[in-house]
């Protein structure tokens, strides 16, 4: 079963403007996690924020964790054709499995 | 350090066969688990390994079980195949006391016919 949900399931932009991902979960969790997957490949970890954060940066990418919402979001700024790809949220809430959402679907037009 | 590895790339099958997938963490990293991805149901959490020892599992019909090698290779064996099981088999490697950081391999695309 899938704790997080994802919004919007799919996201258009143009190049060089920001795309914004939400994700949503259901129970207390220990960190959420970020990932990007390009079509049917392996995922790549972005950004991992533990559930004391609030916020974290990576590059162009910005995670925020809101645990009293059960939510957090990642913004992907100065978008580039590479970044087109599949995002998807993971929480660990232990028991060393991380429980995925359904993704968000990116498209970067140039 | 190289990556996770998994082998085969692809497979093609045929119903009521049975497969077995291979899988080689990051050098230093013991914890191994893998995880079914297909269109419908996403990613989901099949099973995860530690030293040799099963730690967890997801909620998958007995056809589906995997091993751990001591050293920290991992195979995962679906028996008695179904249409259904057709998906992206993922593994992935974690580094112990790593806030479950997880590295993923490129998968293994089974397709049953």
């Known amino acids: 079963s899938q704790q997080g949900e994802e919004d919007p399931q799919a996201l258009s932009i143009q190049e060089g403007e920001n795309a914004t991902m939400n994700c949503s979960y259901k129970?207390?969790?220990?960190?959420l996690q970020w990932y990007r997957q390009n079509s049917g490949r392996g995922l790549v970890h972005l950004i991992l924020?533990?559930?004391?954060?609030r916020e974290k940066h990576s590059g162009r990418l910005r995670v925020t964790l809101d645990t009293s919402k059960k939510s957090s979001s990642l913004l992907i700024t100065a978008s580039r054709a590479a970044d087109t790809a599949s995002y998807f949220c993971?929480?660990?809430?232990?028991?060393?499995?991380?429980?995925f959402g359904q993704g968000t679907r990116l498209t970067i037009n140039p | 350090k190289a990556g996770v590895t998994q082998t085969p790339r692809y497979l093609i099958k045929t119903r009521g066969q049975q497969v077995t997938l291979s899988c080689s963490p990051i050098?230093?990293?013991?914890?191994v688990s893998w995880y079914q991805q297909t269109p419908g149901q996403g990613l989901q959490f099949l099973f995860e390994?530690?030293?040799?020892?099963?730690?967890n599992k997801g909620n998958f019909p007995g056809r589906f079980s995997g091993r751990q090698f001591s050293n920290s290779r991992s195979e995962m064996n679906v028996s008695t195949l179904e249409l259904g099981d057709s998906a992206l088999y993922l593994c992935?490697?974690?580094?112990?006391?790593?806030?479950?950081?997880?590295?993923f391999g490129p998968g293994t695309r089974l397709t049953v016919l």
């Open positions: 129970t207390s969790i220990n960190n």
């Open positions: 992935a490697s974690m580094a112990t006391q790593s806030y479950n950081e997880q590295f």
């Open positions: 050098s230093g990293h013991r914890s």
């Open positions: 390994y530690f030293s040799e020892t099963q730690r």
């Open positions: 924020i533990r559930s004391n954060e």
């Open positions: 993971a929480t660990d809430a232990g028991l060393e499995k991380l429980v």
